[in-house]
């Protein structure tokens, strides 16, 4: 059973930083490319950012390139999203999600596993 558990989130002020984590079991987590997904309030499920099986390519939206870092320990099946300069908007639950090969795409996040997610609060 595929079992992804997110932790990290919290609540920060305008400027501050998170460092999120996913624990991935039941699965090959070196052999698949792996994602952070967000859903902030009113809004739909919408990519944060994708990282590939082996780390060396990653993706990110718009809104986030500069800001957030995304990364892979294989070793301990876990993956990362480092959350700097953060910004009110960025207030939202963030998943973890895995797709099923070594390469990401930006098809629906919802169509892929996601965990139960954790909650990061921007507010001043």
């Known amino acids: 059973e595929v079992q992804l558990v997110e932790s990290g989130g919290g609540s920060v002020q305008p400027g501050g930083s998170l460092r999120l984590s996913c624990v991935g079991s039941?699965?090959?987590?070196?052999?698949?490319?792996m994602g952070w997904a967000r859903q902030g309030p009113g809004k739909g499920l919408e990519w944060v950012s994708q990282i590939h099986a082996n780390g060396a390519l990653t993706y990110y939206e718009d809104s986030v390139k500069g800001r957030f870092t995304i990364s892979r320990d294989n070793a301990a099946n876990t993956l990362y999203l480092q959350l700097d300069s953060l910004q009110i908007e960025d207030t939202a639950m963030y998943y973890c999600v895995k797709f099923s090969s070594s390469g990401y795409y930006l098809e629906n996040p919802s169509r892929f596993p996601r965990g139960q997610g954790t909650l990061v609060t921007v507010s001043s």
């Open positions: 039941g699965f090959t987590f070196s052999l698949v490319a």
